[in-house]
């Protein structure tokens, strides 16, 4: 994205919806990337290269983790269906 960052869209978006959840991907570590402020340390992050497994496995972790963290779920769990069950 030659205008822009990854991290300034998903702050953008955030604001619009704050209950995005985003992932983000890069060819350079965690660490790096939280070392040079590219990144909160506490936001979900996937290295390539990646396998198609590996790549399912995080959104799915992502997925399931911010779901966890939405007001409106608090108290509050999907079931199988995907609907919430109190």
């Given at each position: 994205?030659?205008?822009?960052?990854?991290?300034?869209?998903?702050?953008?978006?955030?604001?619009?919806?704050?209950?995005?959840?985003?992932?983000?991907m890069s060819g350079y570590t965690d660490e790096a990337i939280v070392h040079?402020?590219?990144?909160?340390?506490?936001?979900?992050?996937?290295?390539?290269?990646?396998?198609?497994?590996?790549?399912?496995?995080?959104?799915?972790?992502?997925?399931?983790?911010?779901?966890?963290?939405?007001?409106?779920?608090?108290?509050?769990?999907?079931?199988?269906?995907?609907?919430?069950?109190?």
């Amino acid at each position: 994205m030659p205008e822009t960052s990854g991290k300034e869209v998903a702050d953008r978006l955030s604001k619009v919806r704050p209950s995005l959840r985003v992932l983000f991907m890069s060819g350079y570590t965690d660490e790096a990337i939280v070392h040079h402020g590219v990144l909160d340390s506490n936001v979900e992050f996937i290295q390539k290269p990646f396998t198609p497994a590996g790549l399912a496995k995080k959104v799915r972790g992502t997925l399931d983790s911010e779901l966890l963290k939405l007001p409106a779920l608090a108290g509050s769990r999907a079931g199988e269906d995907g609907q919430r069950v109190r």
